[in-house]
């Protein structure tokens, strides 16, 4: 079974930069897997940040940005503001129909 | 504008079958993938299942293959989620969510969320 493992959370200062990290219990993310991260503040839907690794979502703003880093996907946000204080998911495509979601960041902006 | 109105939660004794439905407008229905998310109370989200544009494929989770089933109806713009033998780890808020494009590609990247219906299996 596979696993796709997220920082459990993680704290910022507003203004300061932060990478989120989402990675596989065995093996390596790459490109392959399409990494799309999400973004979701209490009682409202997801929101897409960023899909295919790098691709920004319509009408999200630039401080936000996806990548391989190493062996995982990764998110940052440049520019902390204090409405960035949500949880952020990322999920990884599997191949064959298959798709499965990390656990999730809880962020916190102070 | 691009409307996805789930509904037909509610709560249900374990063992019992429930059929959710998500409304689509505002878009070609019938040339996107659709998805199915869910998230327990106080958890993460989990995808579900994912139908091709016109039905022919369909992909679930371990969690809910074989006790699922995803459909939908291209004339009535409308997915369906079947969900029979209910437990108490099914117990979620159900998202439908449309891809972002009609590539036919099956990786889970959305542009539309639904609002979400709650099931609750408890006896």
């Known amino acids: 079974q596979t696993v796709v493992t997220q920082e459990p959370s993680f704290s910022v200062s507003p203004g300061g930069t932060i990478t989120l990290t989402c990675g596989l219990s065995s093996g390596s993310v790459s490109t392959s897997y399409y990494p799309t991260w999400y973004q979701q503040t209490p009682g409202q839907a997801p929101r897409t940040l960023i899909y295919?690794?790098?691709t920004r979502s319509s009408g999200v703003p630039d401080r936000f940005s996806g990548s391989i880093l190493g062996n995982k996907a990764a998110l940052t946000i440049t520019g902390a503001q204090a409405d960035d204080e949500s949880d952020y998911y990322c999920?990884?495509?599997?191949?064959?129909?298959?798709?499965?979601f990390g656990g999730g960041t809880k962020l916190t902006v102070l | 504008q691009v409307q996805l109105v789930d509904s037909g939660g509610g709560v249900v004794q374990p063992g019992r079958s429930l059929r959710l439905s998500c409304a689509a407008s505002g878009f070609t229905f019938s040339n996107y993938g659709m998805h199915w998310v869910r998230q327990a109370p106080g958890k993460g989200l989990e995808w579900v299942a994912v139908?091709?544009?016109?039905?022919?494929?369909?992909y679930y989770a371990d969690s809910v293959k074989g006790r699922f089933t995803i459909s939908r109806d291209n004339f009535k713009n409308t997915l369906y989620l079947q969900m029979n033998s209910l437990t108490a780890e099914d117990t979620a808020v159900y998202y439908c969510?449309?891809?972002?494009?009609?590539?036919?590609?099956?990786?889970?990247?959305?542009?539309?969320w639904g609002q979400g219906t709650l099931v609750t299996v408890s006896s």
């Open positions: 139908i091709s544009y016109d039905g022919s494929n369909k």
């Open positions: 999920v990884l495509y599997m191949g064959g129909g298959i798709s499965v």
């Open positions: 969510a449309k891809r972002f494009d009609d590539s036919g590609s099956y990786y889970p990247a959305f542009d539309f």
């Open positions: 295919s690794t790098n």
